[in-house]
């Protein structure tokens, strides 16, 4: 602005004024010291300034407003007046204003200076107290909006005029949008487009109420929220926010239908204003009032209007609709209005009907600015100082003009309030543990220069010395690598990276080695530039990593294609995770800008090879996020170039991982997470010191990357249980017990609050299993929270915390009682109620908690929680929102399958995360099924073990399970061993039934063994007593499997049986003994091959896994199939079990009906019926088996279909009994094939009788000996 010049000012005279607090800069400059000081530059103005100037030269407001100085010897030596201005303008349209200020404004003058009008008012102040900036705050910002109802933008005609979203001005050509009528700011000149009876024609709220007098953006966009956002905070407050809402044609907004909602709360106490209009919430604040003699409770302290004196007014006479005090402080609703955010017009001047409001600064001016002198009739006398409450003489004033400055300055409401716990008991009082272990912050390595350095241009300036005999040195630039020469004046040709990555939340803790090249695609495939760091999600989250990368020549060749190529490793392990590729499209570009989101691959992603593989000393890899499945070769060590045909010898560290050639021929080599240096040969110490100098209470502790600027030399990876930089501050830990009468889910949601000076709150949830044999919780947490909440079932909360402090490092021990539980306001308001719109229900929310009957600690609706608190002897509610529905998807990096939902920490670079699974899935990530037939022993009786905790003391169902299996052991053994006795004589294997009961009774006893072995081994790996994984592995590939293959075949040999006999009743006479053998003998080889080839994938997709749950470490066997393997599993599964079951069920009607119908041929003189109970009784051995085994299959069939899957642990009773009683059908074969049978009966006694005898040989022969 000053540095446009005109021919008839001098320099000298221009700086002279720059220097003098009349220039229109924000700052003051620092040259001005060596220009001229306070009273020089008076001086240089007087001798070398023409008599009247223009300062600047340009206009200050509009294009058509301008600041000129007047210069006389009179005036020098009148400062005061000198720092003044002209305000000088070039048309008539500001005369009007001008004109009505020279008869109302003291000391006003009028002069012409070069064809412009111009008119100055004085303003005596102290000139002590001028500073550089306060006449350009006093005239700009009191001019602007004076002058701003004559300003015309542009010029006015009916075609703009006439349009339906414009206002037209009285008595002018001006006119206005209707977004700026009744805004606060007056647009027209006479100033009708903020008087609502002016305003000829009806517009919506909406449109007329603009924020345009606020300047800053965030205060915009508060007001926008507050216009149209139904906030419990600033409901029924005394001043309206809120835009009308239309209900039943009538307009609601936040200060309609108050009547039940107390004014005086913990957010209107004592907040500097009369948010109640009788001023109830602003009693006994004023520190000064308390201490006077004077004062009494139930007052108000003002100004009398007929004694100028202090009084104290009685509540009960404020808001009377009468003046009692000075300016009707008692009365707000005279001078207030709707839609303010600065409330300026406090003073009220009585019996005075047009503007009755006037602003602070008009008090004691020696102006009746009132009709009646209302503004002045309290003030001292013979002051000469104009806008008193502005001054700093103020504090030379009588204590009245002090009080009535303070009390009708302007304010600011704010248009939104936050939640807040201010003045709410607390429930946890000084329970602050100090933290001895605390430790500062490492101190920075490296502090960054600002000094710009001019010969340099980007680089820095430095002297080499030569000879130091003769001091001979010489300067050089050191440049960056995008700037090259001499004087780093000259661009080199790069790729400009901006990337930022997303890890999953299973890899937040874990550090990755980020390798960035830049290749092309010629067979030496040669790697032009690299850039390697160390990514770590918790704490690099937020950055954005910004790369240049350089090609190796100056000159690029454009021939040639460029790409640029990622390579991610896990920085502890090196294992590889994978590569992705971006090819430069627009290689022609000297400087190639790119701005990526990297997703770093999981941990179990499949790494795809190359189905012809080019490599010759290497792996081929296809690119993850290449669609077209783009290659490249992975070259083992010593190796390089495009299809690693060209060697190198490699000078990588032994422990270090190779990726290949830099273009200095250098190896690029990613170092082991305690290794630095180009070949990885330097150790870094840092972690292995001491820990009470590293990482604290077992935390991982990561070295930070050598480049990098950072005040810390590491980074500590918490255990669970600490938190801080070091690991050194033990996490609040919270112990919740439960009241017996409270039905407990298998798990509950806890819900965090941590409530922030003026800012919304902070909600983090997580959710923790309820131990099976426990009533009990012990929730670890390491960020800081004021409110909990929990959640049992879906909607069920309890209020658990809450602390106006937040105390880490504390333990909390919390009964939860039914008297915590937060009811919905469907069970305690009345339908109607229920029913009302927001706006109208929320003004009866202060009611749940004053009913004394209810005990209410919270309650909850749709979109807010509320807790309940008492605030002077009355019992009040605060409310927060809450989305009761959120979704949980750990920023979009969830790794949770199934419909599962993924809770972090922190919404903020979270550290720690987990998996809460819908119905029928488990697991870390929800990735194992509790549907289906194949459900195994691990997911039904798993989280019933408690590690580390004998057999007495565990749960009931593990105790009765035990039981069960020893039982189930001894009696399979027995039957085993009398099926296999009984079923070896060669009478009974002459036919195909006799093989099949024979493989039978071999599948029990082998069923019956890898039962007992699956059992105790789940057992003891779950109480952590066996933790050898190559032994926990091999059972977990093996023992399922075999044990599903014996049960498999167990029930198709069984079927077998079945299917013969009632082929032999179908036959009669013809059936052939010797064909029958043959066959068996087939069908079980057969079966054998049937079953294993049906289920020999599942020892493939079987592994072990971790799983960490607070303080429980659990090493799972799982199965991972992908969704057509599972699909054709459970087919397998169903057919496996229903095949048998219906082949029982036919032959055992086949072998009834058949055997009935024959007899019936025979007995012709007997019915049906009485052949039928004939037949059953006769042949019972033929049926009892098929009919057995069919009534045993039946409760797993219900349990299936009925339950389909295991939801919750308590559902294990259910599905433990289906899956013992599959295990019955094997231990049966002796009760339900030979006791029924007398042919099998007589010859399992010829055994006996043959075993006895032979053991009895022995024993002779023994004793003989």
């Known amino acids: 602005m000053h540095s446009i010049k005109d021919n008839s000012t001098s320099n000298k005279c221009r700086s002279a004024f720059q220097c003098l607090p009349v220039h229109l800069r924000d700052r003051f400059d620092s040259n001005c010291n060596n220009v001229c000081t306070y009273d020089m530059c008076y001086e240089i103005i007087e001798h070398d300034c023409p008599d009247m100037l223009y300062i600047p030269t340009i206009p200050v407001l509009f294009a058509d407003i301008y600041f000129a100085y007047e210069k006389y010897n009179s005036t020098m030596l009148d400062r005061q007046t000198f720092l003044f201005p002209y305000i000088c303008y070039n048309n008539s349209r500001y005369n009007n204003y001008f004109v009505a200020d020279s008869n109302t404004v003291y000391n006003y003058s009028t002069v012409l200076f070069n064809n412009l009008t111009c008119h100055r008012r004085i303003i005596p102040v102290i000139l002590s107290q001028i500073t550089v900036t306060s006449l350009y705050r006093l005239y700009l910002r009191k001019l602007q909006p004076e002058l701003w109802r004559y300003h015309e933008i542009y010029n006015y005609n009916s075609s703009i005029c006439n349009r339906s979203n414009m206002y037209q001005c009285s008595n002018s050509l001006k006119c206005i949008s209707i977004h700026r009528l009744m805004n606060g700011v007056n647009d027209c000149p006479n100033s009708d487009d903020e008087n609502k009876i002016s305003i000829n024609y009806t517009v919506s709220t909406e449109e007329i109420i603009n924020i345009d007098e606020v300047n800053d953006e965030e205060t915009k966009m508060k007001i926008r929220y507050a216009r149209k956002h139904i906030s419990f905070q600033t409901i029924c407050d005394g001043f309206t926010e809120l835009l009308p809402i239309t209900i039943n044609g009538q307009n609601e907004t936040d200060e309609t239908e108050c009547e039940q909602w107390p004014c005086n709360n913990i957010y209107t106490h004592c907040n500097g204003l009369w948010n109640c209009l009788n001023g109830a919430d602003e009693i006994d604040c004023d520190l000064s009032s308390l201490l006077s003699l004077n004062y009494s409770s139930d007052h108000h302290k003002c100004v009398s209007p007929y004694t100028n004196q202090f009084i104290y007014l009685p509540i009960n006479k404020a808001n009377d609709g009468k003046v009692d005090c000075l300016g009707a402080m008692d009365e707000p609703k005279l001078c207030r209005t709707k839609y303010r955010i600065t409330y300026d017009y406090n003073f009220y001047c009585m019996n005075q009907s047009s503007e009755p409001c006037i602003v602070a600064q008009y008090l004691c001016n020696n102006i009746n600015n009132c009709y009646y002198g209302d503004d002045e009739q309290f003030c001292i006398r013979n002051r000469t100082l104009f806008i008193y409450c502005w001054s700093l003489d103020l504090s030379f004033g009588s204590d009245v003009e002090k009080f009535l400055c303070k009390q009708m300055d302007s304010f600011k409401k704010e248009p939104v309030v936050y939640f807040t716990l201010d003045g709410m008991n607390n429930s946890v009082k000084d329970l602050t543990k100090n933290s001895a272990n605390e430790i500062s912050s490492s101190l920075p390595l490296l502090k960054k220069s600002d000094q710009y350095q001019p010969r340099c241009h980007r680089g820095i300036d430095l002297r080499v010395w030569l000879n130091n005999k003769n001091n001979i040195t010489k300067n050089t630039c050191l440049c960056p690598p995008s700037y090259y020469g001499d004087k780093c004046q000259y661009q080199n040709q790069r790729i400009s990276l901006s990337i930022k990555f997303r890890a999953l939340s299973n890899s937040w803790q874990i550090p990755f080695a980020i390798v960035i090249l830049l290749i092309d695609d010629n067979n030496e495939q040669i790697i032009h530039s690299y850039e390697q760091f160390t990514y770590l999600s918790i704490r690099d989250c937020k950055i954005k990593f910004n790369i240049y990368l350089i090609y190796s020549n100056r000159l690029k060749n454009q021939t040639k294609n460029y790409g640029i190529q990622f390579n991610i490793y896990e920085k502890i392990s090196l294992n ?157 830990k919270i112990i919740l017990s439960f009241e017996k009468n409270i039905i407990l889910s298998q798990s509950i949601f806890i819900h965090f609050i941590e409530v922030i000076n003026n800012n919304r709150p902070i909600r983090s949830t997580t959710f923790q299993r309820i131990p099976v044999i426990e009533d009990f919780i012990t929730i670890l947490w390491s960020r800081p929270f004021h409110i909990v909440f929990i959640e049992l079932f879906e909607k069920n909360y309890y209020l658990t915390i809450v602390q106006n402090v937040y105390n880490r490092s504390i333990i909390i021990n919390k009964m939860i009682n039914p008297s915590d539980r937060c009811q919905h306001i469907s069970e305690i308001f009345n339908e109607s109620i229920v029913k009302l719109d927001l706006i109208r229900r929320i003004k009866y929310y202060y009611l749940p908690c004053q009913i004394s009957t209810l005990n209410l600690s919270c309650f909850y609706d749709d979109i807010h929680l509320c807790l309940c608190y008492d605030y002077y002897k009355q019992r009040l509610a605060n409310c927060f929102e809450f989305d009761h529905n959120m979704t949980f998807d750990c920023l979009g990096q969830s790794v949770c399958q199934n419909g599962g939902k993924c809770f972090q920490d922190t919404p903020y670079c979270p550290k720690k995360s987990m998996c809460v699974c819908s119905s029928c899935f488990y697991g870390t990530q929800c990735q194992f099924s509790t549907r289906g037939f194949g459900l195994s022993l691990d997911a039904i009786l798993g989280y019933h073990i408690i590690p580390n905790v004998s057999i007495i003391h565990q749960s009931t169902i593990v105790k009765i399970s035990l039981v069960l299996n020893i039982i189930f052991n001894v009696a399979g053994f027995i039957n085993s061993i009398l099926a296999m006795i009984t079923f070896k004589n060669k009478i009974i294997l002459e036919v195909g039934c006799g093989i099949y009961l024979l493989g039978s009774s071999i599948t029990t006893i082998l069923t019956m063994i890898l039962f007992g072995l699956k059992f105790w081994i789940l057992i003891l790996s779950q109480m952590a007593f066996i933790s050898n994984r190559t032994f926990l592995h091999i059972q977990c590939i093996s023992l399922d499997f075999l044990l599903q293959l014996c049960l498999n075949m167990n029930q198709w040999l069984n079927a077998c049986v079945a299917i013969e006999r009632a082929f032999t009743i179908i036959k009669g006479t013809s059936f052939q003994k010797k064909k029958s053998k043959q066959a068996a003998k087939i069908i079980i080889v057969a079966l054998i091959i049937f079953i294993i080839s049906t289920s020999v994938y599942d020892p493939y997709y079987r592994r072990l896994i971790d799983e960490e749950n607070d303080s429980e470490m659990r090493i799972w066997c799982i199965i991972t199939y992908s969704t057509s393997l599972q699909v054709f599993n459970s087919i397998m599964h169903t057919f496996h079990f229903f095949a048998p079951f219906v082949i029982n069920l036919i032959s055992a009607i086949i072998l009834i009906t058949k055997k009935s119908h024959q007899q019936s041929n025979f007995q012709t003189h007997r019915t049906y019926n009485q052949l039928l109970r004939e037949q059953l009784h006769q042949h019972k051995s033929l049926f009892i088996a098929p009919v057995v085994l069919v009534i045993l299959a039946l409760p797993r069939l219900i349990i299936h279909f009925v339950s389909k899957c295991m939801k919750s642990a308590s559902d294990s009773w259910l599905f433990l009994i289906g899956y013992f009683i599959s295990f019955i059908p094997s231990m049966l074969t002796f009760v339900i094939y030979i006791l029924p049978s007398n042919f099998y009966k007589e010859q399992f006694h010829k055994s006996i009788a043959r075993y006895r005898t032979n053991i009895q040989r022995r024993l002779k022969i023994i004793s003989s000996r």
């Not at 290659?631 to 000078?651: A, L, V």
């Not at 010191?689 to 209470?697: A, I, K, P, R, V």
């Open 576 to 732: 590889y995770r994978g590569s992705l590729f971006f090819p430069i499209k627009f290689s022609f570009l000297p400087v190639h800008r790119l701005s990526l989101i990297i997703d770093i691959p999981s941990d179990n992603i499949n790494i795809e090879s190359c189905s012809n593989n080019p490599c010759i000393n290497g792996k081929c890899i296809k690119y993850l996020n290449n669609k077209q499945n783009k290659i490249f070769c992975q070259c083992n060590e010593g190796w390089s170039g495009r299809y690693c045909t060209i060697e190198h010898s490699s000078r990588c560290s032994s422990d270090s991982l190779y990726i290949g050639v830099s273009p200095n021929n250098q190896s690029i080599c990613i170092c082991p997470i305690n290794k630095f240096g180009s070949r990885c040969l330097l150790n870094n110490t840092i972690c292995q010191n001491n820990e009470n100098l590293t990482c604290q209470n077992g935390g991982q502790c990561i070295p930070t990357d050598e480049y990098m600027i950072s005040n810390k030399k590491f980074i500590c990876i918490c255990r669970k249980g600490y938190t801080g930089d070091r690991c050194e501050i033990d996490d609040n």
